[in-house]
């Protein structure tokens, strides 16, 4: 079986925050939305299904983990998530905080807006990572 390996748009579109237990952390570089994205650390996985079934639930607890930040932290009014994979097949799932207020509401956030990458990367990186520390299982890589 193949290494995991993250794909290379994944790379160079995100700041990679940590791990949990069956996920990479990453977050996204835009600094439009909050927005952190899931990977399983599981080579050649392309959909949820294709998980163990215990892998399935391992997300599902991560996810919400995720999910609950974003509402509790930011007070997000909406917390989208999703898994695409259109244009990045390996498995990902997107965790977005959504506002009112933000540039693409009330519609997607794909392709509404060029990505404005952070200015301060390594301070949110580190906010993010001390925001993360409060999930169980969170590690800094």
């Not at 835009?30 to 892998?55: G, T």
């Not at 991560?62 to 997000?76: I, K, N, P, Y």
């Amino acid at each position: 079986m193949r290494q995991f390996c993250l794909h290379p748009q994944l790379v160079a579109d995100t700041l990679v925050l940590g791990e949990l237990p069956l996920c990479l952390v990453l977050l996204a570089n835009d600094s439009q939305y909050p927005w952190l994205i899931l990977v399983p650390k599981l080579a050649e996985l392309r959909e949820i299904h294709h998980l163990s079934e215990s892998d399935q639930q391992q997300l599902m607890r991560e996810s919400c983990a995720v999910a609950a930040l974003l509402e509790s932290e930011l007070g997000a009014e909406k917390v989208n998530v999703a898994a695409l994979g259109n244009m990045v097949a390996q498995l990902h799932v997107h965790h977005v905080a959504r506002f009112s207020s933000d540039a693409a509401w009330p519609a997607p956030i794909w392709g509404k807006h060029p990505a404005q990458p952070y200015a301060d990367s390594g301070e949110q990186v580190s906010l993010w990572q001390r925001r993360l520390s409060a999930i169980e299982g969170f590690t800094t890589t």
